[in-house]
């Protein structure tokens, strides 16, 4: 089983940055393609980047294109999301996912979830 624990949330201003961390255990982490969602109060959760399993490939929403980048350490079971430059909003629960196929926008594609990790950006 796959347990997929978030860190680095937080309560910041707009324009600073915060740097999401998502800790894999439970499957050679190497094997996961990694993602990251968030979801706003009231609605349905939404995809912000994705990474393949060698970090060769990623993909982003565009609303966070050039401002968010997807990372991963294989070495350290981590996936991480850097976050410039953040607008009010971009507050949201964030949330990291993971799947043994394919780097995908479509949040049903992922079989296992963390628990979420607040971001607030005031204005």
């Known amino acids: 089983q796959v347990q997929l624990v978030e860190s680095g949330g937080g309560l910041v201003q707009a324009g600073d940055s915060l740097r999401l961390s998502c800790a894999a255990s439970?499957?050679?982490?190497?094997?996961?393609?990694m993602g990251w969602f968030r979801q706003f109060p009231g609605k349905e959760r939404e995809f912000v980047a994705a990474?393949?399993?060698?970090?060769?490939?990623?993909d982003y929403a565009d609303s966070v294109k050039g401002r968010f980048t997807i990372s991963r350490d294989n070495a350290k079971n981590t996936v991480y999301l850097q976050m410039n430059s953040l607008k009010p909003e971009d507050t949201a629960v964030y949330y990291c996912?993971?799947?043994?196929?394919?780097?995908?926008?479509?949040?049903?594609?992922?079989?296992?979830w963390g628990q979420g990790t607040q971001v607030t950006v005031s204005s």
């Open positions: 990474i393949n399993w060698s970090g060769g490939s990623t």
């Open positions: 996912a993971a799947n043994l196929v394919l780097a995908t926008m479509d949040k049903s594609e992922y079989n296992y």
């Open positions: 439970g499957l050679t982490f190497s094997r996961l393609v």
